[in-house]
């Protein structure tokens, strides 16, 4: 069997930004659909702090202690009203299907908008966690709606792994432990488990993938 998905271990330390390019497959015109969803813990929740975001193009975030989405042009911001408590891990996911966004916060049910407006695609890579103090555990990508039981199984972590077009994965570094230089590694997950890191400088980052078979 074949898996799909890029599979990525990174480090981030403090609001340092990691730049990485867009997984094959997806698209996020709003006219489609796609789905981003990430565990996340933050210590003070009245700054925003951006989970995920392409420049010019959307953002995934939280203002204020809520969970939002923006799509750059169009009429308002998606937002879920449910405050975030500092210092708690929380699973939040946003879902994309013609111009229907849906936010969860801890996979009860969401908060549905529509959104309209002009998508003006872009070839900017991802901005994985800029100006966000706390710890993302995992975010992952998908190029297509999750359903809502598909979301409270990903809450429940059973992960979906054929559904997955990316997984970034910060768990191998606790945020106490980082350090200024970002890490890289690709992996084949069991059965195989064969694991090589990459060290790159501050402001340098390397995509290394490799599809996971069994």
Aim: charged letters at 20%.
């Amino acid at each position: 069997m074949t898996y799909p998905f890029q599979y990525f271990y990174l480090e981030k330390s403090g609001n340092d930004t990691i730049t990485m390019p867009i997984p094959s497959g997806v698209s996020f015109d709003p006219g489609g659909e796609f789905t981003i969803d990430a565990w996340i813990k933050i210590p003070d929740v009245t700054t925003n702090k951006c989970i995920l975001r392409q420049e010019n193009v959307f953002s995934f975030f939280v203002c204020d202690g809520k969970l939002q989405f923006c799509m750059n042009g169009y009429s308002k911001v998606a937002e879920n009203p449910e405050k975030l408590n500092p210092d708690e891990w929380y699973y939040v996911a946003v879902t994309c299907y013609h111009n229907v966004f849906s936010l969860f916060v801890d996979a009860v049910e969401p908060v549905d908008t529509v959104l309209s407006g002009t998508y003006k695609g872009s070839s900017a890579p991802l901005l994985l966690g800029k100006d966000f103090f706390g710890e993302i555990r995992q975010i992952h990508v998908y190029s297509y709606s999750l359903t809502f039981d598909e979301v409270k199984q990903m809450h429940y972590q059973m992960e979906l792994i054929e559904a997955m077009s990316a997984c970034y994965d910060f768990t191998c570094f606790p945020a106490k432990e980082q350090k200024t230089k970002k890490q890289l590694m690709w992996e084949l997950i069991p059965p195989f488990c064969l694991v090589r890191p990459l060290l790159f400088t501050h402001r340098e980052i390397s995509l290394q993938w490799r599809k996971r078979a069994a």
